[in-house]
């Protein structure tokens, strides 16, 4: 199941790198029904529809914070 989903035009960009791109934040699921492994997937594609970048992540939304 999708939570949500985000696409942001990032515009024209110089060869070489290395890049920082820094989003604002999302609202995380809350309540009871929302704990739960959620995974994360980024991917930097190009006008052409190139992957040039993926990276992907999992978090745990739990009760109490682990110690």
């Known amino acids: 199941m999708t ?5 942001v035009l990032l515009g024209d960009y110089r060869r ?4 920082e791109i820094v989003l604002p934040p ?7 029904m929302a704990r739960d492994v959620y995974q994360v997937t980024g991917t930097f ?3 052409e ?5 993926c ?3 999992s978090f745990e939304i739990t009760k109490d ?3």
Do not use: F, K, N, T
């Open 16 to 19: 070489g790198g290395p890049y």
């Open 49 to 53: 529809g190139r992957i040039l970048g």
């Open 45 to 47: 594609a190009d006008r």
């Open 26 to 32: 999302e609202r995380l699921p809350i309540g009871h």
């Open 3 to 7: 939570v949500g989903h985000q696409e």
């Open 65 to 67: 914070w682990p110690r």
């Open 55 to 57: 990276e992907s992540h």
